[in-house]
Nanobody, 128 residues
Framework: QVQLVESGGGSVQAGAGVSLRLSCVMSGRTVREYTMAWFRQASGKEHEFVAAIKRNGGATFYADSVKGRSTISKDNSKNTVYLLLNSLKPEDTAVYYC???????????????????WGQGTQVTVSS
């Protein structure tokens, strides 16, 4: 059974030099076998795609809202996926979820329903 556990969230103050690195550890299978993604959900809003990394080739995809100030990566030896968020803004405040999909095409990579496994989420709060 696949399980995803996120960590690394917290409360920070907005600023150009402020960063958080979120981690997602997979158990039951390996991250090498899955396309991995991060979504987020702000209070009262729908889930929003943040970033993804393909299982084949490691191509990365980003939402426009975080492009240029975030990096998704994975460490196969640690079975972990990371999301580094830089220059945090108050609008980054949300619960961040890790998700995994076995087979997914590029055009569907931002669609929440395409992902099979989800973590419980980690809260990120950015104050102004």
């Amino acid at each position: 059974q696949v399980q995803l556990v996120e960590s690394g969230g917290g409360s920070v103050q907005a600023g150009a030099g402020v960063s958080l690195r979120l981690s997602c550890v997979m158990s039951g299978r390996t991250v090498r076998e899955y396309t991995m993604a991060w979504f987020r959900q702000a209070s009262g809003k729908e889930h929003e795609f943040v970033a993804a990394i393909k299982r084949n080739g490691g191509a990365t995809f980003y939402a426009d809202s975080v492009k240029g100030r975030s990096t998704i990566s994975k460490d196969n030896s640690k079975n972990t996926v990371y999301l580094l968020l830089n220059s945090l803004k108050p609008e980054d405040t949300a619960v961040y979820y890790c998700a995994a999909a076995r087979d997914i095409i590029n055009s569907s990579i931002r669609i929440r329903s395409q992902y099979t496994y989800w973590g419980q989420g980690t809260q990120v709060t950015v104050s102004s």
